[in-house]
């Protein structure tokens, strides 16, 4: 299967979701290997596992818990390793769970006959089993593991008693008491010590093992238990060969039987799989689709497996009356995703992975699934997105035969419509006499004619709700998509006759050639008779934009021999000169013509004023007065 194409699907990011279903890493390292079969038999024989192993879970706890991974220690025995007491553990633990798994598998015949067989292929090592558990208990190897050494531990375990008790008579002893630092025994590099103040560590018979971090305190092995600690180190020499010949025998033991191994760890591992598969088609509700190997195709109220939330269902069927679908609709319509779902749908099938659709839905085994989908642009190679795309295509169209999948977003885009509309249609009549499935979006109206009058291709459209502009991200097959370009374009208020204008263009190809009417162009002379701004005599009123503050303002007095005025801005008088300016309106464009313009620059409390001392008004006289004293 086409690497390039697992991508663009994004199928291990769904393998990845099943992996975290699994127990342990024999079952993920299995799911990290799987790829989609184009064997049809091994596509049902993978559905029938799942769906076994749903059966299984539904009724009763599958005991797969605490099985580990040994893939690390089989090949540690290969190089002639020794396993340590840790490893050696984690062989009995799988060795338990292999013989936990048989025996559970022993009498489900009528409930999962396929996964019962495969208990067949687990090699029971009880002998193996037992001989490490009757050596290693709790990753360290047992006394018991030979008479010798017993023999040897309890030698060593009446050595280190005398030597506390001669280190007890020690510390009791009153002669000693001004040399001890602190009154207790401790083990310093495998060696009973004492610890002494530095200052009498000459003082002290025996010998310096080490010293405190500040130099206070040295700690001293007495001459009097200097006998005992050499024959405790001969001891511990004498059980340290003894522990490596029992972990010798029993790697030895492994080693044995390392073929059985291998072939537990191989099934172990596939039940552990089959199970995540299983945990993951309860989770989304997942089917066991028809099969067929002839292109059939037929989903049923399916969802993408990768997006969450409400998802509107997809219903999508080709390769029965029809064996080319080109699907049109508006931008971010749900074009792509659909061509995403067939195609990851059927990955998953063909990977024996339950999916989000219902009964009755059907899937064909193909022996290759190719994808043209999202921006190819390679700037490594200096192509364009519609170079990489061609490119991409070439190298699809030398691969396809009867048994592939074509799935071509936006096919012929990124080019001049007219050769990108013709070029499409040549290479879909080129798969599709190859033999090929093929599912094809686009947004040109010549893709859509040839469809509608071949007799083994069939548009189909996204909806769209017109009133809304929404899309509806629901399929409809044997429809083909409308112009949703005229549809926006009435709803944001583009005349109807423009909107005729170009339905009849597309319809007809009859374009208007007549020149624009005279009185609509502006003359030669026209353009004499206007003003340049510079000499432009700005008058109060008149809007100007400010090209320093980059906002507008209004003219408040009237330019003066330095070509400066003055401008209401920001609520407040400024004097820019003219080049620093341009006219926006002037004033007799923007207010009528006796606007009192003097009121522009006015606020409503002073105007309010004005009024009410006009009338006589006593509140406004006082106000007007208390004006005048704060100014002074």
Same mark, same amino acid.
């Given at each position: ?139 360290? %190897?047992? @006394?018991?593991? #030979?008479? &010798? *050494? ?7 375990? !009446?050595? $280190?008693?005398? =030597? ?59 001459? %009097?238990? @200097?006998?005992? #600690?050499? &024959? *405790? ?7 340290? !060969?003894? $522990?490596?010949? =029992? ?386």
């Amino acid at each position: 299967m086409n690497n390039t194409t697992l991508t663009k699907l994004q199928f291990e990011e769904l393998k990845n979701i099943v992996k975290d279903f699994c127990v342990s890493n024999l079952g993920k390292n299995m799911i990290d290997k799987l790829l989609p079969s184009s064997n049809i038999q091994t596509v049902k024989n993978r559905l029938v596992e799942t769906s076994e192993g749903k059966i299984l879970l539904d009724s009763s706890n599958v005991p797969l818990q605490g099985i580990v991974n040994i893939d690390n220690i089989i090949v540690s025995v290969e190089k002639d390793a020794i396993l340590n007491p840790e490893q050696l553990r984690n062989v009995s633990d799988f060795l338990r769970g292999c013989r936990k798994i048989k025996l559970y598998m022993k009498d489900k015949e009528y409930q999962a006959p396929t996964l019962m067989k495969y208990s067949y292929s687990i090699t029971e090592l009880e002998n193996v089993e037992e001989e490490i558990n009757a050596s290693i208990h709790n990753n360290i %190897i047992d @006394s018991n593991a #030979t008479k &010798e *050494l017993k023999r040897i531990r309890r030698l060593i375990e !009446n050595t $280190e008693i005398k =030597i506390e008790e001669k280190l007890e008579g020690f510390l009791k002893a009153s002669s000693n008491k001004t040399v001890i630092q602190d009154f207790f025994i401790t083990k310093r590099n495998g060696r009973y010590t004492i610890p002494i103040k530095s200052s009498y560590k000459n003082q002290v018979d025996g010998a310096l093992v080490d010293s405190s971090a500040t130099g206070s305190t040295v700690f001293i092995e007495p001459s %009097i238990v @200097s006998k005992l #600690t050499s &024959e *405790l180190m001969e001891l511990k020499v004498e059980e340290s !060969n003894e $522990e490596y010949q =029992i972990l010798c025998y029993l790697t030895g033991l492994v080693r044995e039987y390392i073929n059985e191994l291998k072939a537990d760890v191989e099934v172990i591992g596939l039940y552990d799989m089959i199970l995540a598969k299983a945990k993951y088609s309860i989770s989304i509700g997942g089917i066991s689709p028809d099969i067929n190997d002839y292109g059939y195709i037929n989903i049923i109220n399916g969802r993408h497996p990768l997006l969450k939330g409400k998802v509107v269902p997809l219903n999508f069927s080709v390769g029965e009356n029809y064996r080319t679908l080109i699907i049109t609709g508006p931008n971010a319509g749900g074009k792509t995703v659909v061509l995403k779902a067939v195609g990851l749908l059927t990955l998953a099938v063909q990977s024996g992975f339950h999916i989000p659709c219902d009964k009755g839905s059907a899937f064909s085994v193909f022996s290759n699934i190719f994808a043209d989908i999202g921006d190819d642009q390679s700037i490594e190679n200096a192509l364009s997105t519609f170079s990489s795309h061609i490119k991409n295509i070439a190298e699809i169209i030398k691969n396809t035969d009867k048994s592939t999948l074509l799935l071509f977003d936006e096919i012929g885009s990124g080019t001049e419509p007219n050769e990108g509309a013709a070029l499409a249609i040549s290479i879909l009549e080129e798969v599709y006499h190859r033999g090929a499935i093929t599912v094809a979006t686009t947004h040109y109206g010549e893709i859509k004619n040839f469809s509608l009058n071949h007799n083994d291709f069939q548009n189909a459209a996204m909806l769209f709700n017109s009133d809304t502009l929404e899309p509806l991200y629901r399929l409809s097959i044997g429809e083909s998509g409308k112009s949703n370009a005229l549809w926006i374009s009435k709803k944001m208020g583009i005349d109807e006759n423009v909107v005729q204008r170009a339905e009849f263009y597309i319809k007809y190809k009859d374009y208007n050639y007549s020149f624009v009417s005279k009185n609509k162009v502006r003359s030669q002379q026209e353009i004499a008779e206007d003003i340049p701004l510079e000499n432009y005599d700005y008058k109060i009123g008149d809007k100007v934009y400010l090209t320093e503050f980059k906002k507008s303002g209004l003219i408040y007095k009237p330019k003066n021999e330095f070509n400066n005025v003055t401008v209401l801005y920001d609520n407040k008088f400024i004097e820019v000169n003219t080049k620093q300016m341009k006219l926006e309106f002037k004033a007799e464009e923007l207010y009528p013509q006796d606007y009192d313009l003097n009121s522009l620059f006015t606020s409503f409390s002073e105007r309010k004023l004005e009024k009410d001392i006009a009338r006589g008004s006593k509140k406004a006289l006082k106000k007007l007065q208390k004006m005048r004293k704060e100014r002074h």
